[in-house]
């Protein structure tokens, strides 16, 4: 009861703002392909009106080129978020898109191209080198706060999700091309919370 009386009088002090973050919790998800295996690389995202109203934009990404490969091979940034695709290999690089979510077209270079990639629509953008087939890479552009990339043990944690009701998103490159994330309902509370989700068709 104390506690719940000090908040609601932060609250007023301090608006809603300072109140959803005091009740602010932690959601930790393993993600599992359909046999149960843990999925790296897995994107987690939650979705809501109220999520869409308060992401940001990122500042400082980079996907870099090394050793003829992109680094990483999955990235995730919010709407509105520039990209530099600095060049450290010896060899030069020329990075392209055709994904309707963003269409670019980096011609043959080394180093860092003065000018960062503006990423303002929300879906999946797929990466490639015209000169070096094997290169791919993605980027998935959220409209949400609260989103994270797996680890090879198929976890990943979402800090300061603010209680609510969210669709839990779920998405792979090993999905089949085109194919959108996956998804279910999930409401989070004030306290930390565990989340399974098992990725449907997913090849590795």
Not at 185 to 196: E, K, M
């Amino acid at each position: 009861m104390t506690r719940r009386w000090h908040t609601q009088a932060a609250c007023g002090l301090l608006g809603w703002a300072a109140c959803t973050l005091a009740w602010a919790g932690t959601l930790q998800v393993t993600v599992t392909d359909d046999k149960g295996k843990a999925l790296a690389d897995a994107v987690v995202f939650l979705d809501s009106p109220a999520a869409k109203a308060a992401f940001k934009p990122l500042v400082g990404v980079e996907v870099e080129q090394v050793d003829k490969q992109f680094a990483p091979r999955v990235a995730v940034v919010t709407a509105g978020s520039q990209v530099s695709f600095p060049n450290r290999d010896k060899v030069r690089h020329h990075v392209y898109s055709f994904s309707p979510a963003k269409t670019f077209d980096l011609k043959l270079y080394t180093g860092t191209p003065a000018n960062p990639v503006l990423f303002d629509k929300p879906g999946v953008v797929v990466l490639g080198c015209n000169i070096h087939d094997l290169m791919a890479s993605w980027i998935l552009v959220l409209e949400t706060p609260y989103f994270g990339k797996t680890a090879a043990s198929g976890q990943v944690a979402l800090p300061d999700v603010a209680p609510g009701t969210y669709q839990m998103k779920v998405w792979h490159p090993g999905l089949p091309v085109g194919n959108p994330a996956q998804e279910r309902a999930i409401t989070v509370g004030a306290a930390n919370a565990t989340a399974t989700f098992s990725l449907k068709g997913v090849a590795q």
